[in-house]
């Protein structure tokens, strides 16, 4: 591992399938020691990207590198420092979680008197141990994922990625494996996620980037991508349903007019002197009942940037 | 880290024992691959039992020294199954099809061979099946023969002078189990390796694989070694059937155990091959019964394949499963079945068995889970 390189930059990467282009030209830089966060709706070129990363798919032009390591050309050295936490789990769900983890140490070289106490270690981490002897295949989604975890951990990994990590569990579990995310940004680990959940990218990433149709749309931590690109979101509450709608996105700095019954969501650029205006025109016509301005949430922003819903 | 060679077979053995594993939590499916061979083994040789003899009813309303001798005579000729039933009865048998035909010995048989006067002896044929028929029409002639060969030696002057060319017979039962024998081989081989790579793409556990740092070849050679495994109880069911059943003893046990070994790699090497490619169990299931049974058929499995066509002998030869047989036969009865000799067959079997250990190595190493 080459201490002073980014934990994974790609240059230009580009990656056709025939005549469809899945990456197009993206270029982008993973710092050390940070986690990172990769949204884009489905489709995007997120997996193709990671695949890329990985080493599971060789790109058609530009270049990977991992730590310093060329992905094409040392793929055995990314291997040993990165860790993965597929979506699917890549679990043997007809072995026990021990001889899971027993069948990782393996494959990854983890010396044998060494391999007993990390094995135990982990478990215990992702409160596992008791369920050591159980089949995979009894747990639950969460566990599972938990599961998936300490194995991706076991080699002890420099970048573990993190395919969709709470996809499928539940709230409890979900908060869980946060706490683990994090508790790997302390120990000086680069993390690198993929997220169909803003709320989790917005809680666990340090920065995001935001991809779709394969190429990179923006890249920055979430509170500067809601300065960028978000602007305000005024949103109202009237006697009844406003009629002069026209008239509020004439206003300028209105970028978008929303209307479901009496409730009114609107989006605003740049301008601070708007909302006097808006409740000029809205008592015009009624009553106002309530009113709230608040920062764009990243749903909004993917939205606004991509032109499409997060969860496709 | 560990150092390399050492984390080599660490990789091998941990392949081997996870895919052993595996296959032991699904045992309907493990104990059915396991004894496929043996099934085969069954199934076909019931089949040759069932079909190699005619079953004919004898009406012997003489039962004179030449009516038994001719009876005898019929009984040595290897293609009836023999009883000695009353008209009646034989009657019956015919109409509920149980018998192929009824040979009526007349109650004049020993007077008028003895007076030198000519006999008929009544051949009833259900000849709904041309199979039969044509054994019925080939082998009562050949029993007068053997009737008049044994009863008046003087009268029969032309007789044949017969030179073995092997000290022993082999007899269709112990030709075809042996080929039978390969054939389970082939297929146990296909399907368990097979279905073990596929299971990796099916439960999407390949990723598990393909992200370590292990050689792609160390991950081969630790499945196929799972299989072969696995292979190795369905060939010890097989043999012991083979040998403690049917009376199959081999002639060379050595060779039995090497060319089995070397068999069950090369289609072990190509079942893992199979799976990789397919990522998916049900049709590598069906491939391998699919292929196998063709192959078995077209490989010389009944005869020598060189008492048959020349195209088919050329096509033959292409695949492992003839130079297999071949090998398997001289281990059993010390024949060789082409003009290769044991070398020339063992190595076309061991170039089979690299080139398909490394054509699985590389289409795992192109493989990718995503595209």
């Known amino acids: 591992m080459k201490a002073a390189a980014p934990a994974i930059e790609m240059i230009d990467l580009c990656k056709n399938f025939g005549s469809l282009r899945a990456v197009d030209h993206l270029s982008l830089t993973v710092r050390q020691g940070e986690i990172f966060g990769l949204l884009g709706p489905n489709g995007s070129g997120k997996t193709t990207t990671i695949n890329m990363v990985s080493g599971l798919s060789a790109p058609t032009s530009g270049q990977v590198r991992v730590m310093g390591y060329d992905v094409q050309r040392q793929a055995r050295q990314v291997r040993q420092i990165l860790g993965t936490v597929p979506q699917e789990t890549a679990l043997y769900e007809e072995l026990t979680a021990w001889t899971n983890m027993d069948f990782h140490a393996d494959l990854f070289g983890i010396p044998r008197r060494e391999k007993r106490e990390r094995i135990t270690r982990l478990l215990e981490l992702v409160q596992l141990l008791d369920r050591k002897d159980s089949r995979v295949g009894t747990f639950s989604g969460g566990m599972k994922r938990r599961l998936a975890l300490a194995r991706a951990l076991l080699h002890d990994p420099q970048l573990i990625y993190l395919d969709e990590p709470t996809l499928g569990v539940d709230v409890q579990a979900r908060r869980a494996i946060w706490d683990y995310i994090l508790a790997l940004r302390e120990q000086g680990k680069t993390v690198l996620i993929t997220t169909n959940y803003l709320e989790e990218a917005q809680a666990l990433c340090e920065r995001l980037a935001i991809i779709d149709h394969g190429k990179l749309i923006a890249v920055d931590t979430p509170d500067h991508l809601k300065q960028i690109y978000g602007g305000s979101v005024i949103e109202l509450d009237s006697e009844r349903p406003i009629n002069a709608l026209a008239e509020i996105r004439a206003l300028p700095g209105v970028t978008d007019v929303e209307q479901e019954g009496t409730h009114l969501k609107i989006t605003s650029q740049g301008v601070s002197n708007i909302v006097p205006q808006i409740i000029n025109i809205i008592t015009q016509e009624g009553e106002l009942r309530d009113i709230a301005v608040r920062e764009p949430n990243l749903d909004e922003i993917f939205l606004r940037l991509t032109g499409a819903e997060l969860r496709d | ?371």
Not at chain 2, 72 to 78: F, L, Q, R
Not at chain 2, 248 to 257: A, F, M, N, Q
Not at chain 2, 308 to 336: E, G, K
Not at chain 2, 340 to 356: D, E, H, T, W
Request: charged letters at 10%; hydrophobic letters at 50%; glycine letters at 6%.
């Open chain 2, 1 to 371: 880290m560990v150092r390399e060679p050492i984390y080599t077979l660490r990789v091998i053995w941990a392949c081997m024992k996870k895919d052993i594993k595996s296959a032991l939590t699904e045992r309907a499916f493990t104990i059915i691959s396991t004894l496929v061979p043996l099934n085969i083994l069954i199934l076909l040789s019931l089949f040759v039992i069932g079909g190699g003899y005619a079953p004919t009813a004898v009406v012997m309303e003489d039962t004179g020294p030449y009516a038994q001798q001719f009876y005898h005579a019929m009984s040595t000729a290897h293609s009836f199954v023999l009883q000695k039933v009353s008209a009646p009865q034989a009657s019956s048998l015919m109409q509920s099809g149980r018998i192929v035909a009824v040979v009526t010995i007349p109650a004049d048989f020993d007077a008028r061979i003895r007076q030198n006067q000519p006999v008929q002896v009544g051949v009833e044929i259900n000849n709904l099946n041309t199979d039969f028929t044509n054994d019925i029409r080939r082998a009562v002639p050949l029993s007068i023969t053997s009737f008049y060969a044994k009863a008046f030696p003087h009268l029969v002057t032309v007789v044949p002078v017969e030179h073995d060319f092997y000290q022993q017979d082999t007899d269709y039962i112990p030709y075809l189990t042996v080929s039978i024998l390969v054939i389970g081989m082939v297929l146990g081989g296909v399907l368990l390796s097979g279905t073990a790579a596929a299971r990796e793409w099916e439960h999407e556990t390949m990723k598990e694989l393909l992200l370590s740092p292990a050689s792609r070849w160390s991950m081969v050679v630790g499945k196929m070694l799972g299989a072969f495994v696995i292979s190795c109880a369905s060939l010890v069911i097989v043999l012991a059937v083979l040998i403690f059943l049917i009376g199959v003893w081999p002639v060379h046990w050595g060779e039995v155990i090497a060319f089995s070994v070397l068999t069950m790699t090369i289609f072990i090497a190509f079942g893992t091959l199979l799976g990789t490619l397919l990522k998916n169990r049900q049709p590598v299931a069906a491939l391998a019964f699919g292929v196998s049974i063709p192959l078995f058929f077209l490989s010389g499995a009944f005869g020598p394949i060189s008492f048959t066509t020349v195209p088919l002998q050329v096509l033959a030869q292409i695949f492992p499963i003839y130079y297999a047989i071949v090998l398997q036969q001289h281990a059993f009865h010390n024949f060789t079945l082409n003009t290769y000799g044991l070398g020339g067959n063992i190595l076309v079997l061991c170039a089979y068995a690299l080139a398909l250990i490394i054509l699985a190595a590389i289409v795992l190493r192109r493989s990718t889970t995503a595209h």
